[in-house]
């Protein structure tokens, strides 16, 4: 968590990890969704003085990503357990479910990657399925985690 000086918010607080924002509210342990001012003492302890309370966070610096499960891929039928998989169809749908219990499930965010297709990584996204089309024949490997 990066915050520095203080801050007035309206809908809880704002947390920057370098890369992305991330809105923290009373579903993330803050007393209230009303920040009036954060600060960080000399010990890196966060506190957050809402309308009602102040709340302590004091953060990790280990990051945990949320583990990423697939649960079913959808091609000329639907495959639910783990192994190769052939087709006669040039599309694929896989579908995937991050799996924490810290991170609330609509916080987290995804990146995947179709080995023998993709390029990159794609930009890292909410969405819980990825659909591609007009694949080619071959071999394929589906990688994904959470970001």
């Not at 007035?8 to 992305?20: I, L, N, Q, T």
């Not at 087709?87 to 499930?105: A, D, R, W």
């Not at 089309?133 to 071999?139: D, N, Q, V």
């Amino acid at each position: 968590m990066d915050i520095s000086g203080s801050a007035r918010m309206g809908a809880g607080s704002v947390d920057y990890d370098g890369h992305h924002f991330h809105g923290l509210t009373t579903w993330d342990g803050l007393a209230h969704d009303v920040v009036r001012q954060a600060i960080q003492d000399k010990n890196g302890v966060f506190w957050f003085a809402t309308s009602n309370c102040v709340t302590r966070y004091i953060p990790t610096h280990r990051k945990v990503k949320p583990r990423v499960r697939l649960t079913q891929v959808i091609a000329d039928d639907v495959y639910c357990t783990p192994g190769p998989i052939e087709s006669t169809v040039n599309h694929v749908t896989f579908e995937y479910k991050g799996l924490s219990f810290k991170t609330q499930f609509e916080r987290i965010r995804y990146i995947y990657k179709l080995d023998g297709w993709d390029k990159e990584w794609s930009p890292a996204a909410r969405e819980e399925r990825v659909r591609y089309e007009g694949l080619l024949p071959g071999a394929y490997l589906c990688s994904g985690e959470s970001d």
